[in-house]
């Protein structure tokens, strides 16, 4: 098996990953962290869809998807932290006034976990962001120490996942996922590494 992780440009692929079987559910797609949260309240069914299928057509896209030969088996959303609602989070720090990019979720479909797709993502979104001029990514996932975490929140990543990966931690937050406290994870980008 071979992953290739792209820019997330093609809505369909996206749609796949992150949207609902109904399209006139309010499922997340992965807006709640990456617009204010009056227009995610106010963004109804198909109305979703359609301002993501707008965010996929913009550069950058709205994060990077995985692929398995043709087949997109895996998301991640990432994006410069000043366009989420990490900017203005009271929970996770902001720790100075580099311009970085947040990587908030990772989503691998069902069939698929546990072949390493994540870890591709998180590789891909580190580069999609570095050849976007992001001098650091950051990463909140949660700090479970092996313990189970419940899937539908699994979305955070782990802490193991993005120290493999070249994250450090830089620091705790007031954030928990499942019970469970999440970390700030970064990777500077200046580096090369």
Same mark, same amino acid.
């Given at each position: 098996?071979?992953?290739? &992780?792209? *820019?997330?440009?093609?809505?369909?692929?996206? $749609?796949?990953?992150?949207? @609902?079987?109904?399209? %006139?559910?309010? #499922?997340?797609?992965?807006?709640?962290?990456?617009?204010?949260?009056?227009?995610?309240?106010?963004?109804?069914?198909?109305?979703?869809?359609?301002?993501?299928?707008?965010?996929?057509?913009?550069?950058?896209?709205?994060?990077?998807?995985?692929y398995d030969g043709g087949e997109p088996v895996?998301?991640?959303? &990432?994006? *410069?932290?000043?366009?989420?609602?990490?900017? $203005?989070s009271?929970?996770? @720090?902001?720790?100075? %006034?580099?311009? #970085?990019?947040?990587?908030?979720?990772?989503?691998?479909r069902p069939g698929h976990r546990?072949?390493?797709?994540?870890?591709?993502?998180?590789?891909?979104?580190?580069e999609f962001a570095r050849s976007h001029g992001a001098p650091v990514l950051e990463a909140y996932p949660v700090d479970n120490g092996g313990a189970k975490v419940d899937a539908t929140m699994a979305y955070v990543g782990f802490r193991e996942n993005f120290e493999r990966a070249g994250f450090v931690h830089a620091s705790d937050t007031t954030s928990r996922v499942s019970g469970h406290p999440r970390v700030l994870m970064r990777k500077d980008l200046r580096t090369g590494s």
């Open positions: 098996m071979t992953i290739d &992780v792209r *820019p997330a440009s093609v809505f369909e692929d996206v $749609r796949a990953l992150v949207g @609902p079987k109904s399209p %006139d559910a309010n #499922v997340c797609w992965c807006l709640s962290h990456r617009i204010p949260s009056k227009l995610n309240n106010e963004l109804r069914g198909p109305a979703r869809g359609a301002y993501v299928a707008e965010l996929c057509r913009k550069d950058p896209a709205p994060g990077v998807l995985a895996g998301w991640a959303g &990432v994006a *410069p932290r000043a366009d989420t609602s990490y900017a $203005r009271r929970t996770i @720090p902001h720790l100075d %006034d580099l311009p #970085v990019w947040s990587l908030w979720c990772i989503r691998v546990k072949q390493g797709i994540s870890h591709a993502l998180i590789d891909g979104a580190a």
